[in-house]
């Protein structure tokens, strides 16, 4: 079946620290792919998407890549500050109109000051 | 605009108690959906109303009954909850290529 796996946190970084959390999929068809963020207390935001191959989806600093070919969507930020601390969970949408997300097990980030 | 609201944003209950959550959205999306998370934990489906019909119930107690009155709105009634029902219950609308989520409600059963 379809599947995402995430690396598993927590991760801890200093402040502008380079941040890459891994996300790897496996899909029957051909899905979309998302970045979602929830901070503490909150429901989820969607962060970025990308919906083919070779895509690149960008928001606030973050940025990931639809690769095919190692089916992977890598999360990465240059310079993290504080406010990026929260849950990070990365999600593929197989493009039929009414199926559920798959979620990974999701990323806690705690950036330090 | 792409929200999706949910009231009421707490909810503490005892267990012979009826309540209901509630969920809006007018991005015109013909799909919607009910999640329950649980602290730590990825949200997990509860269930999937297409074109107003619900579609996927994934094995849920009977004690949660949703409804989908419009296409913008999406009720989840709760009756006889138990504590382990506690969670973030999260609304989500989506079309073919996204999915938004609400705010959720937290739910407390006592």
């Known amino acids: 079946g379809d599947s995402v796996t995430q690396m598993e946190g927590p991760v801890t970084l200093s402040e502008e620290a380079f941040l890459t959390i891994n996300c790897t999929y496996t899909?029957?068809?051909?899905?979309?792919l998302f970045w979602y963020v929830q901070y503490p207390g909150e429901g989820l935001q969607l962060l970025l998407k990308?919906?083919?191959?070779?895509d690149k989806g960008s928001n606030k600093g973050f940025e990931a890549t639809y690769r095919k070919e190692t089916t992977s969507f890598h999360l990465e930020k240059g310079s993290v500050q504080v406010s990026d601390s929260a849950v990070y969970f990365c999600a593929l949408l197989l493009n039929s109109g009414n199926t559920p997300l798959v979620f990974g097990k999701g990323t806690r980030l705690s950036v330090i000051a | 605009d792409t929200e999706v609201t949910q009231t009421p944003k707490h909810l503490v209950m005892g267990m012979t108690n009826k309540k209901s959550l509630k969920c809006e959205q007018h991005m015109g999306h013909r799909a919607m959906y009910w999640y329950k998370q649980k602290a730590k934990k990825p949200p997990e489906l509860m269930f999937v109303?297409?074109?107003?019909?619900?579609?996927i119930n994934e094995s849920v107690p009977s004690r949660f009954s949703p409804e989908c009155p419009n296409s913008s709105l999406l009720n989840l009634h709760l009756h006889a909850l138990q504590p382990e029902d506690s969670a973030l219950y999260l609304c989500?609308?989506?079309?073919?290529?996204?999915?938004?989520f609400g705010p959720g409600t937290r739910l407390t059963v006592t």
């Open positions: 899909a029957t068809g051909y899905p979309s």
């Open positions: 990308a919906t083919k191959a070779d």
């Open positions: 989500a609308s989506s079309s073919r290529l996204e999915q938004y």
């Open positions: 109303y297409s074109y107003e019909k619900l579609s």
